[in-house]
């Protein structure tokens, strides 16, 4: 059954240093997300992206968040300069156009010392 | 804007019983989607069940099933015949039939099985 792929599984990083997860969507699905959780709280919307470009994003997603497709198979988060409130478990998903449910990857444990 | 809520932090069961999770949310749309996500120790987020809200009719998947109040707006998660693997964090979703596609998620129910 196809999934969707995410790595790395962990990353540690430094304070102000960049951070890019990447994500593998299922091959026909043509809707990407981004979601975090942060340690024992919620699951939180970041953004989507459709058609090469950003259909929404929330107010997390700020200036120092970036996503792209840069080929025909990944689909990547970039973290310009890391916080240590960035520290969070990072959910990539995908869904067919029209289709209602979103899977998710297994997700990227990031820890911002 | 949308809301999640989930009551229930914590829920414990007996082996081979019965539990139901509960759910209600917040929206002036008629029209949209409903989920339970589970969410295990490894941290991925697998999907449980889903309910269109024009279907009257809850949704049912093997030991999994739904008791959808559209009027109440709750949506619970009946789990029968419980088992050892079913221990997880469960996370109840919203989206929007139209526009916005991102999933608005509650707090989340821990569930702990009791062998």
């Known amino acids: 059954e196809p999934e969707v792929t995410q790595t790395p599984s962990h990353q540690v990083t430094q304070m102000g240093q960049e951070v890019i997860l990447r994500c593998v969507p299922i091959?026909?699905?043509?809707?990407f997300y981004w979601y975090r959780q942060i340690l024992g709280q919620k699951v939180e919307f970041l953004v989507s992206?459709?058609?090469?470009?950003?259909?929404?994003k929330s107010e997390i997603f700020d200036d120092q968040f970036s996503v792209e497709r840069p080929d025909g198979s990944n689909f990547t988060l970039k973290i310009r300069s890391t916080k240590l409130e960035d520290s969070a478990m990072y959910f990539c998903?995908?869904?067919?156009?029209?289709?209602?449910?979103?899977?998710f990857g297994p997700g990227t444990r990031l820890l911002v010392l | 804007a949308q809301t999640v809520t989930q009551s229930q932090p914590e829920m414990s069961v007996q082996e081979a019983e019965t539990v139901t999770l509960s759910c209600t949310y917040d929206?002036?749309?008629?029209?949209?989607?409903l989920f339970w996500y589970k969410q295990p120790p490894s941290r991925q987020m697998i999907l449980v069940i889903r309910?269109?809200?024009?279907?009257?009719q809850n949704a049912t998947e093997n030991r999994f099933s739904v008791n959808f109040q559209k009027a109440a707006k709750s949506f619970s998660l009946k789990i029968s015949d419980s088992q050892l693997g079913d221990a997880a964090m469960y996370f109840c979703?919203?989206?929007?039939?139209?526009?916005?596609?991102?999933?608005?998620f509650g707090q989340g129910t821990r569930l702990t099985i009791n062998p």
């Open positions: 091959s026909n699905h043509l809707y």
């Open positions: 998903a995908s869904s067919e156009v029209g289709g209602e449910t979103q899977y």
């Open positions: 979703a919203y989206r929007s039939f139209r526009g916005a596609q991102k999933l608005v």
């Open positions: 992206f459709y058609n090469n470009e950003i259909s929404e």
């Open positions: 309910q269109e809200a024009y279907k009257q």
């Open positions: 929206t002036s749309e008629s029209d949209y989607y």
